[in-house]
């Protein structure tokens, strides 16, 4: 099991929190990390901009990044999932997924002519 | 560096990837992979017949949950964050933030009572 | 034109901040309100209490519920789509996705044997 | 009372779905909307084309803004709010926060130098 997924599982259950675990609460954890997240770079279209604010902000955008795990980790213990084997998963079917010759350079949006494997227009 | 985040982010520069994950992109890929996990559980009220169902569809959930964290593992690349940095110091933060006397066995929603070293009603 | 997508739609305009209203932006605003709400409702799992916690904090609840329907709207105004014909819309929609003798008094995900015309499991 | 709102209120109470609309569902409901509305548009940069495939889309983006209406409408109903008034609260709200003379042509995110009369940095 992932070593992180493992501590905050101990942390909760040395404070009885899996009654409040329900999966909706901690989904809705995630949001509201990314509503954080948002602020930082929010209205803001220079890619570069963008960059440079978070790189600025980088004790607040790493806050959120670890909240998010922390949630993310929670939701995978409520439902006895080992998120290693989770990430194992997506990365493997992303490679089937998105090919290299097919993706090189172009994005994955189907409804701009981009190649995903998994879905068509 | 996470080993995941490390594989993730050669499978993106194989790619040329880089240009289209803006951090706004990322935030909705998660989004995105809540939305589904969603339909799984919704509506149900009942906390046993949630973790049931989702153990029924656990292929799934584990799917989904794999995938945010390649779109976390993103986010922390476009940032220049190391992930594991980010979740250890969210996990000293909580440690601090939720003494486990003044948080067993309680949630930590302040405004129904509960105990949040971070917030004050 | 909803009148109220049409005043938001001229007090963006006075300050000409359509540039800044790019859908991605928009849709993470809505995030951040959903964040903001969430947090009223978090941990806590009787409905009843849930009900009573948003009734004692409903200024806070109408605030995100307004702000959702403002960033919803400079949403649609970015998209030259009338708000009351997409709504008028997924009125008539449901109508036809959820009659009233398959889901009367059964809720509609699939994944525990509710009703949707729109999706099979 | 909305309208579409007391339309809304009477789809749902001819089908009895009180009992499933917990304010964690309906929120996620409108995560799940934005999660679609997302892959539209998902990793193009360019807000040119932004606006372009959304336009070439409309069908779908409309059905997401109204599909959005539709569960703030619920939640609205399941707080006891009248949407109109708390939209109305919102543009009051906004106007005193964001008086056009500092907000003109400027984007109001306070890590960029924005205005915001609610936040400072």
């Not at 279209?45 to 929670?74: H, M, R, T, Y």
Request: include cysteine.
């Amino acid at each position: 099991m992932n070593k992180y997924q493992e501590q905050i599982k101990k942390f909760c259950e040395e404070r009885n929190w899996g009654q409040f675990h329900n999966p909706k609460d901690l989904l809705l954890g995630i949001i509201e990390e990314i509503g954080e997240f948002r602020n930082i770079i929010k209205w803001e279209q220079d890619p570069e901009i963008i960059k440079k604010v978070v790189l600025e902000n980088k004790e607040e955008a790493k806050d959120c990044i670890g909240d998010i795990f922390w949630f993310l980790s929670l939701l995978a213990n409520s439902c006895d999932i080992d998120i290693n084997e989770a990430i194992e998963m997506t990365i493997k079917d992303n490679e089937k997924r998105f090919p290299i010759d097919k993706t090189n350079s172009k994005h994955t949006n189907i409804y701009l002519g981009g190649h995903d494997g998994k879905y068509k227009k």
